[in-house]
């Protein structure tokens, strides 16, 4: 039997045309997704809302972080408003919710973390939210996993061995005249953190213009704040002050952790590690019990490290908030390298164009 087919025209459907709304709804959606990408993956914008890290980087300086260099890392907390990162901006509403946590895992870099990188990273000792959630800190690293790093009459060691120090350094010092300085005099020599104290002055500014000032005859000295060796500061880490009698000035011995190494638990050295066994380790069942650790209801006498730590400080060491006082940073909290300065601008000035500090657009961080 003979089948035939009459040729049919096909039938040809006229596209069905967007709204405006509709057009703008999609462009809106594909540029947060595309914004969101490459926020998550390669930089992401920052800003130093503190003295901690004067001179290098100052109050009003707004950074690009590259989260190549050391690896971007995969979100930890999905569940979140799309380039926010604790609360929807302009308000305290939180961003996320913590009802659906991820393992997060750290793509490959194309670096590894160097002494002196100005690192950005979640501040560790944070509760109440997610670790990739919490609080942006920049510091610079000082301590890399396997180092031994001591302080000592504020000159840093590695491995018994002197650090060479970043060129911006500043501490405090204490600066003594009859005089009444108003604050052209420290404005025009870059002085911005001063106290006036019956018999002076406290200010915070690196050795080379402390030198300079001290040249000037109507200041009758100009001293370095330090503590003494062997007196215990407030609040320094590890939080042992019977034990361990470090200060900001003069600290450890203390080993930074290094993925693979093991160390023996002692009541001398439990309190060095025991936060980093018992938070940043992610260990289900450890505890601490009448000075002694336990892992799964075990006794243990000794602990190999599932990751890498970190020693960070600002470069304003007699004002900066940093590992001194709470401990390592986690390999996992790290974000990524501050590689360059796009703006910066003044706390005050008369207007827009003098807000702005020219001289350090575009400059790269060091």
Same mark, same amino acid.
């Given at each position: 039997?003979?089948?035939?087919? %009459? ?12 709204? *405006? ?9 594909? #540029? ?8 998550? #993956? ?5 800003? /130093? ?43 305290? /509403? ?54 031994? !790093? ?18 911006? %350094?500043?501490?405090?010092?204490? *600066? ?11 404005? =025009? ?31 009758? =000295?100009?001293?370095?704040?330090? =503590?003494?060796?062997?007196? #215990? ?6 939080? #042992? ?23 023996? !638990? ?17 260990? =289900? ?82």
């Amino acid at each position: 039997m003979k089948l035939n087919f %009459r040729n049919k025209k096909p039938v040809v459907k006229s596209p069905v045309k967007k709204s *405006l709304a509709r057009e703008w709804g999609d462009a809106i959606m594909f #540029a947060v997704v595309f914004a969101s990408i490459i926020r998550w #993956a390669t930089f992401e914008a920052y800003a /130093i809302p503190t003295p901690s890290m004067e001179k290098s980087l100052l109050v009003g300086d707004y950074l690009f972080v590259s989260k190549l260099h050391y690896g971007s890392r995969t979100p930890a907390t999905p569940l979140q408003v799309p380039l926010t990162h604790q609360t929807i901006w302009g308000t305290e /509403i939180p961003s996320y919710s913590n009802a659906l946590q991820l393992k997060s895992f750290r793509l490959p870099g194309f670096s590894e973390i160097k002494y002196n990188d100005a690192v950005v990273f979640n501040y560790p000792v944070e509760e109440g939210r997610p670790l990739d959630l919490k609080t942006y800190y920049i510091k610079r690293c000082v301590g890399l996993a396997g180092d031994t !790093i001591s302080i000592r009459d504020t000159q840093i060691y590695i491995n018994g061995k002197v650090m060479v120090n970043p060129g911006e %350094r500043q501490f405090a010092y204490f *600066l003594k005249t009859d005089r009444v300085l108003n604050d052209s005099f420290f404005r =025009e020599r870059d002085i911005t953190e001063t106290h006036q104290t019956p018999d002076g002055y406290v200010i915070l500014t690196s050795p080379a213009k402390a030198q300079q000032l001290a040249s000037i005859d109507f200041i009758q =000295e100009v001293t370095q704040k330090k =503590e003494l060796l062997g007196v #215990a500061g407030a609040g320094i880490f590890p939080h #042992a002050p019977e034990r361990y009698k470090w200060n900001e000035d003069n600290f450890g011995p203390l080993y930074l952790p290094e993925k693979g190494a093991t160390v023996a !638990i002692t009541p001398k050295t439990l309190p060095l590690y025991q936060k980093v066994i018992l938070e940043y380790e992610q260990n =289900e069942k450890a505890e601490v019990q009448n000075g002694k650790l336990y892992l799964n209801g075990n006794e243990v006498k000794q602990y190999t490290f599932k990751q890498n730590y970190y020693f960070m400080m600002g470069d304003n060491r007699h004002n900066s908030l940093d590992s001194r006082y709470w401990g390592f940073v986690p390999e996992d909290h790290v974000v990524g390298k501050a590689v360059f300065v796009w703006m910066s601008v003044y706390a005050d000035g008369d207007g827009l164009l003098d807000k702005v500090r020219w001289n350090r657009l575009f400059s790269a961080i060091r």
